[in-house]
Structures are given as structure tokens and as C-alpha cells.
């Protein structure tokens, strides 16, 4: 079936520092992938998402490539600021007749000022 | 646009009782799901519903969890009885039907049961 992986957490990194969030998935056929983060108190929100083999997602200055030969989706930021702390889920979405969204298990990040 | 509105944001219960969690979605959108989040088991979906109709309720843990939607701009999640494991936040969640539409998620209901 379709799953997806991610790094446990928690991360913490000093502000500036780069950043990777490892994600890998398995699924049959060519699925959405999507980053959503969640902060504290609120419900998940969209980050970035990809839609087919090579496609680079950005925002707010994280990006991701959709990866299908390694079927990775890693989360990257070249500056983390002390504002990113927050828990970040990967995900992935196909339609089978109906759809669901599967999440990963998110990854806590922490920043240090 | 107001966004997935969720209320309560916060509901205390003692066991044994009825809670009811409401949910409006995005208006136009045509999908609505529900998820519970725990530290342990994380963000699990228990129901989604597709123009109304409820599609995979498989995630729904027991009987005592029930889901409708009557009409498009709104929905309940409603167990009854109440018991301490049911202790998590709940979210709706909205999306158009392409698999390629990301979820829009409420600020969901931390339920807490004594």
C-alpha cells in the first residue's frame, strides 16, 4: 500500500543553519507530494507540494524536488530562522477511486537564536 | 475566505458524556475528512466524506464515533460515550476532488475527557 517515511525528530539547529527533512514514499502509479507544517496550536497548513517526476516545489524559501528513481521528497532550507520552528509532515495523495492524503509521522523542528 | 472553521476550540467532558465537534469546510470545496491527532499515534484520519456522502469511515477507532454530513457547508463528529483514550485534537480538513489539491485544514478542537 501507500506509505510514507520520515526522519524522526526532534531537529535542532542554530539560525542560519541549513536545513534537510529526509522523506520517502511508496506508492503504486505517480503521486502528489506535498510538505504541510504545523505550529503550535494551529492545524496543519501547506508548505510546498510537487506533482510529477523532477518537479521542484518552493515557498517561503524551503523547496523540495520529487524524486521518482529514489521516490524521495526531502525538505531543504539553505537559513532556518528561530519563525520555522514547528512540526513539518510530508505526505503523499493519489486518487484510488476516492482519495486520501497518507502523512508521515512529521518531524519537530527546534531553532535556536 | 474564512478558512475550515472548527468549534469548540476546546471542549472538557467528563466520561460518559456526548460530544459534539462541528466543522464548516471551504465553501466549493467538495471533500471533507476528519483526522485525530494523539502524541502517540500522531495525526490518523478517521472518515472522509465526498459530496456529502461518507466514503471510507474505516479509521473510525469504535461505534461510540459517529460522522455526518447533512449538507455541504457543514459537518459533526460526535462520540458518544465519551472516554479518557478519546483525549486528543480532532481537525477537518477540505479539498477540491484532484489528487493534486492540497487539504485545508481547521485550527481543530482539543478534547480533553476526565
Known amino acids: 500500500g501507500n506509505s510514507v517515511t520520515q526522519m524522526e525528530g526532534p531537529v535542532t539547529l542554530s539560525e542560519e543553519a541549513f536545513l534537510t527533512i529526509n522523506c520517502t514514499y511508496t506508492?503504486?502509479?505517480?503521486?502528489?507530494l506535498f510538505w504541510y507544517v504545523q505550529y503550535p496550536g494551529e492545524g496543519l497548513q501547506l508548505l510546498l507540494k510537487?506533482?510529477?517526476?523532477?518537479d521542484k516545489g518552493s515557498n517561503k524559501g524551503f523547496e523540495a524536488t520529487y524524486r521518482k528513481e529514489t521516490t524521495s521528497f526531502h525538505l531543504e532550507k539553505g537559513s532556518v530562522q528561530v519563525s520555522d520552528s514547528a512540526v513539518y509532515f510530508c505526505?503523499?495523495?493519489?486518487?484510488?477511486?476516492?482519495?486520501?492524503?497518507?502523512f508521515g509521522a512529521g518531524t519537530r523542528l527546534f531553532v535556536k537564536a | 475566505d474564512a478558512g475550515v472553521i472548527q468549534s469548540p476550540r476546546h471542549e472538557v467532558t467528563e466520561m460518559g458524556q456526548e460530544v459534539t465537534l462541528r466543522c464548516k469546510p471551504i465553501?466549493?470545496?467538495?471533500?471533507l475528512f476528519w483526522y485525530r491527532q494523539t502524541m502517540m499515534r500522531g495525526l490518523e484520519l478517521l472518515i472522509y466524506?465526498?459530496?456529502?456522502?461518507?466514503?471510507?469511515d474505516s479509521g473510525m477507532p469504535e461505534d461510540r464515533f459517529s460522522a455526518k454530513m447533512p449538507n455541504a457547508s457543514f459537518s459533526t463528529l460526535k462520540i458518544q460515550p465519551s472516554e479518557p483514550r478519546d483525549s486528543a485534537v480532532y481537525f477537518c480538513?477540505?479539498?477540491?476532488?484532484?489528487?493534486?489539491?492540497?487539504?485545508?485544514f481547521g485550527n481543530g478542537t482539543r478534547l480533553t475527557v476526565t
Open positions: 480538513a477540505s479539498s477540491f476532488t484532484t489528487d493534486n489539491s492540497p487539504l485545508h
Open positions: 466524506f465526498n459530496n456529502n456522502v461518507p466514503i471510507d
Open positions: 506508492a503504486t502509479g505517480y503521486p502528489s
Open positions: 465553501s466549493g470545496h467538495d471533500y
Open positions: 505526505a503523499l495523495s493519489r486518487n484510488t477511486g476516492g482519495f486520501k492524503t497518507i
Open positions: 510537487a506533482t510529477k517526476a523532477d
